[in-house]
């Protein structure tokens, strides 16, 4: 099978450099064209990200001394599909234009919130794909635009999922600790504002976050009904909160479900738990997506990588008297793996074995 040629737009920020690191050495996805702003226009890559490096690996050489293409000097007819990892405002004209022609796979939120466009996490909603000719007619477009979730959003309903599936939710009230990663450039710079009021301290409040997890976490975990999606319409309560933390969101969860289960019940439906994604065997997908850690004092963010990549982790699995059939846990998510670069291929994985690439 030949490589599909990719096109990453919004090459030279965190996010870009992030979907670098996942498509770089791909078995299916080649890049062909690392594209940004006109002031990193011909520059190689390791001199447009030379002030702000934030890959956890590096990519090889080949990839770091590749020309940077600025985005109005690109042919999208050129490729066969395109990474955005824009700025939302300029996402929604850029992806939209690339749209017109090829896939665009998007970290962004531009597109996120439009009824015609699936917001898409293939071990959680693959059926959503169904969306996509429905988009591609009402706006006259040969490709289309498939976002992923925001990276709260993820670990929350990626647990969501088979607990709805087997016994139904009911409400859900949920309190993260998201790291300074998860903030994009400004949570990653040193010299940023942001960054040092947020060392050594809690920022009780991100704002528009909370309304991000409402709105995504129902239209995620909603049914396809008729090529049309209905909404899960879930009560959830969220606070969000910023954390000197560099990588990996914790979240605590408590929520009720539509029938009673004990935590062992719980966690032997996490730990069974799988979707097609991993039946397809995808490259980026986990092979077991939720992980019950046995420390009683676990799941942590430092200890998050000495487990499989794209896995979410569960831990302090408790019954909730507060609820009617209340659980509560707590979970780790990579917010920039599964909630970056790694859930955009892991998307455009699934979209290929589909057949709409």
Not at 258 to 263: L, P, R, V
Request: aromatic share 6%; net charge negative.
């Amino acid at each position: 099978m030949s490589k599909k040629q990719a096109i990453i737009i919004g090459a030279t920020g965190a996010a870009g450099q992030n979907i670098v690191e996942f498509t770089a050495d791909h078995p299916w996805f080649e890049i062909g064209c690392l594209s940004a702003s006109e002031r990193s226009h011909g520059k190689s890559y390791r001199d447009a990200t030379a002030k702000a490096v934030f890959f956890r690996e590096v990519p090889k050489e080949e990839v770091m001394e590749m020309k940077v293409i600025g985005a109005d000097h690109v042919d999208p007819r050129d490729y066969d599909v395109a990474f955005s990892a824009l700025p939302t405002e300029i996402a929604k004209v850029q992806e939209a234009k690339f749209a017109k022609h090829i896939p665009v796979i998007s970290t962004a939120s531009a597109y996120r919130y439009e009824a015609d466009t699936p917001v898409l996490l293939p071990d959680v909603n693959p059926t959503h794909i169904g969306m996509i000719e429905g988009q591609r007619a009402n706006r006259g477009w040969n490709g289309y635009v498939v976002p992923g979730p925001n990276c709260t959003t993820i670990g929350l309903v990626s647990t969501l999922k088979p607990l709805l599936d087997k016994y139904g939710v009911d409400v859900v009230s949920m309190v993260s600790m998201q790291s300074l990663s998860g903030a994009g450039e400004k949570g990653l710079r040193a010299d940023s504002e942001y960054r040092i009021n947020a060392l050594k301290n809690v920022i009780p409040l991100i704002g528009g976050e909370e309304e991000k997890v409402f709105m995504e976490t129902n239209k995620i975990l909603g049914d396809m009904v008729d090529g049309k999606l209905i909404d899960a319409s879930i009560n959830i309560h969220s606070t969000c909160t910023r954390v000197d933390v560099k990588i990996v969101h914790t979240e605590a969860i408590h929520l009720g479900l539509g029938k009673a289960a004990s935590a062992e019940e719980v966690k032997a439906t996490f730990e069974g738990y799988r979707s097609e994604a991993q039946e397809q065997k995808l490259p980026s997908v986990a092979e077991q997506p939720i992980i019950v850690v046995d420390e009683e004092d676990g799941p942590q963010p430092k200890k998050h990588g000495d487990y499989p990549k794209m896995v979410t982790l569960v831990g302090r699995l408790r019954e909730n008297p507060l609820f009617n059939n209340g659980i509560s846990y707590v979970i780790t998510s990579d917010n920039l793996e599964k909630g970056a670069g790694g859930g955009a291929v892991l998307s455009a994985e699934y979209l290929q074995v589909k057949g709409f690439l």
